[in-house]
């Protein structure tokens, strides 16, 4: 007698996967970028180099964010009203996940 395995096998880096994070990644960089280039010279406590972490930092957490929206493709392909849960919740999730990019990224400079 044999087993079969009913998992669902995907590749792990999908040309899917590279866009999510490259959009995660632009959207909050674009977010960050506004913040960082508003905020002028700054205030001269911050230091001469106080933009590189919020403009590095903030991409990133968007880029980990879209991995994750990737990670539950699975769950926003369910049918009826589970599948638009899970669709809306991966939209909170990504608005939460950029909102805390920012947070740290911003840190000790013009979020106190």
Do not use: H, Q
């Not at 638009?84 to 919740?89: E, K, P």
């Amino acid at each position: 007698m044999t087993t079969t395995n009913n998992l669902l096998t995907r590749p792990l880096f999908t040309a899917a996967l590279v866009k999510r994070m490259v959009i995660g990644a632009g959207i909050a960089l674009t977010i960050i970028a506004f913040f960082v280039i508003s905020a002028g010279k700054g205030n001269p406590a911050w230091g001469d180099y106080w933009r590189v972490k919020p403009l590095l930092l903030t991409p990133f957490m968007g880029a980990i964010v879209g991995l994750c929206y990737d990670i539950t493709e699975p769950l926003r392909r369910l049918n009826g009203w589970a599948g638009r849960l899970f669709v809306i919740l991966s939209i909170l999730g990504y608005a939460i996940g950029l909102w805390m990019g920012t947070v740290l990224g911003l840190a000790g400079t013009m979020w106190n």
